[in-house]
């Protein structure tokens, strides 16, 4: 038996005004501290070319703590602040193995307000949780049950643009369990006007979610743009446009978690293209409409999911022509403009529709890679 899947449940909840003011400090000080070491690292890698480690921003989170003007850190949690230490060194480690950009500043408005306690920092008891520096247990909403006996490891708890309280437990998932083999393989086109296009000739409808409440949030947009710059209207505004927002964002990760759902579950076999999104966004009138289809999101779905279930996913190489070649013959047909949604193949005659024609030469390079 293989190693047991950590699997994080999320839950929304809904705080006492203690309890939110007493998080809202938290997060201040978390972002407080993640920039302060931030800005302590970056000048000692400018000053003196050394790199800075964890456990040097640790001591020095202890001198700041005791400084006048940081004595606010004294009053939440330290397990948080020691927890945006370590992802700021993750995220450091990511840009030295060239995975990721340099670590940015936190901002009060544009990042996300959470904070990560681990197990020293909240009790666990009975399906109650209680946070380190409260008397009080959050009330959780259980939306759907843990696993039975599961014992959360860490939680994180955050607050969204929109207003919303929701708290994370990550436990040991038991019911994550391998599937049995199938010996089905599928070939996957991402696309906008399909959502994608399977091998087997199966098109899924792109919802285009975003689209379905563009003209509600343009006007919530318009109403924010007539308020007074940091005024209490303007804050109302801004709340409804986040509301929106993530009307919009829920209804696509719940699309797109059954869509891969079923993809992994369906076949043994996952071929997709390794498309750099980041640099298709720089087409300014695609861009739009490819943040909507959140290609992205899906694929990490896909491939976290894949290996929870014993599947494979195999990423064929972007430069592949998999929409010019014939799946029939293998002739390229470089004369084929975008426009073009059925072709016919001058070698062999075969009429293809496009995207189907593309997932099934997504399919067979996976193959043959593999």
Request: with cysteine.
């Given at each position: ?15 006492t005004p ?32 050394q ?5 040097q ?14 004595l ?53 008891r ?71 296009t ?9 919802p ?8 509600k ?24 446009v ?28 996952v ?32 491939e ?20 010019k ?32 024609n ?13």
């Amino acid at each position: 038996m293989g190693e047991v899947v950590k699997r994080a449940y999320k839950y929304r909840f809904y705080p006492t005004p203690q309890q939110a003011e007493q998080l809202n400090r938290t997060f201040g000080c978390v972002r407080k501290v993640y920039n302060l070491a931030l800005d302590a690292r970056t000048r000692a890698w400018a000053v003196d070319r050394q790199r800075s480690t964890y456990v040097q921003s640790s001591a020095w989170l202890t001198e700041w703590k005791r400084t006048e003007e940081l004595l606010f850190l004294n009053e939440v949690s330290s397990v948080p602040l020691q927890q945006a230490l370590r992802h700021l060194q993750a995220g450091f480690a990511a840009f030295w193995d060239k995975r990721s950009r340099y670590p940015r500043f936190k901002s009060k408005r544009k990042s996300r307000a959470s904070a990560e306690y681990t197990r020293s920092a909240f009790r666990w008891r009975d399906g109650q949780l209680t946070l380190a520096k409260m008397d009080a247990p959050l009330t959780l909403v259980w939306s759907r049950p843990l696993p039975d006996g599961a014992e959360p490891s860490t939680v994180t708890v955050s607050r969204d643009a929109a207003g919303r309280w929701f708290v994370s437990l990550l436990v040991e998932d038991p019911t994550v369990t391998p599937l049995p083999p199938v010996d089905t393989a599928v070939g996957v086109d991402a696309g906008i006007t399909s959502l994608l296009t399977l091998s087997t000739g199966e098109k899924i409808t792109n919802p285009r979610h975003e689209r379905a409440d563009r003209r509600k949030l343009a006007k919530a947009q318009r109403t924010m743009a007539r308020k007074g710059k940091d005024s209490a209207n303007r804050a109302k505004a801004r709340l409804a446009v986040a509301r929106i927002h993530a009307r919009i964002g829920d209804r696509r990760r719940d699309h797109l978690h059954k869509l891969s759902t079923r993809l992994v579950r369906e076949n043994q076999t996952v071929v997709i293209e390794d498309l750099s999104v980041r640099n298709m966004l720089r087409n300014h009138k695609l861009a739009r409409a490819i943040s909507d289809a959140a290609w992205t999101q899906l694929r990490s779905m896909i491939e976290y999911k894949a290996a929870w279930y014993g599947r494979t996913v195999i990423a064929v190489d972007r430069w592949y022509p998999s929409t010019k070649t014939c799946s029939a013959c293998g002739r390229i047909n470089t004369a084929m403009t975008l426009g073009v949604r059925v072709w016919t193949c001058p070698g062999c005659n075969a009429v293809h529709d496009r995207d189907v024609n593309a997932a099934r030469n997504i399919l067979a390079a996976g193959l043959a890679e593999r």
